[in-house]
């Protein structure tokens, strides 16, 4: 009976070691991402900010714990994707413009994602937010230099077809 629990314990341990591994991994993943990633727990306040958001809106961790999400999205969005959750959706994704902590202004496109408990109930929302301003004003230089390409095209059509007109008065 006593080497039963011993082995029952050694497996316990080894198992809480594998549990522990696991999710120092998955934190590390989360730490390491390239987009943003907060989680909001059933009230809409943030419980979870990795370096990608401070590096995107310029907050620190501790200074956005607690706060509610709608401090970075547009609260009617939110609002609606989370009763489209309540629905039933598996997920939402839109672009908003939203501002830094210094209040400059900022593009982003922003996945949001349900966080379902037992009874899949909603327990909070996971938002993976990415910045695209840079593009964003790239495709805005790509959009102006495209019309200034059609602007010289009928300038220079305008052109030729005066020309032809000017030759044969000249003639």
């Known amino acids: 009976m006593l ?31 390239g987009e943003a990633i907060v989680s909001v727990d059933a009230e809409d306040r943030i419980v979870g900010w990795n370096l990608a958001a401070e590096q995107i809106f310029g907050w620190i961790q501790s200074e956005m714990l607690g706060r509610p999400i709608t ?43 349900p966080m379902r408990g037992r009874g899949d109930a909603l327990e909070g929302v996971l938002a993976m937010i990415r910045d695209i301003t840079a593009q964003r004003e790239l495709e805005n230089q790509m959009l102006q230099s495209e019309k200034l390409t059609a602007l010289g095209q009928l300038a220079g059509g305008i052109a030729h077809d005066f020309n032809n007109l000017l030759q044969s008065i000249l003639s």
């Open 3 to 33: 080497s039963e629990y011993l082995a029952i314990t050694l497996q316990n341990s080894r198992l809480y070691g594998e549990i522990a591994e696991t999710k120092r991994s998955l934190e590390q993943i989360i730490r390491s991402a």
């Open 71 to 113: 401090r970075l999205l547009p609260e009617a969005t939110y609002r609606q994707a989370k009763a489209e959750f309540r629905a039933g959706a598996p997920t939402r994704v839109f672009e908003i413009r939203s501002a830094r902590w210094d209040g400059s202004p900022i593009e982003l496109g922003v996945t949001l994602s």
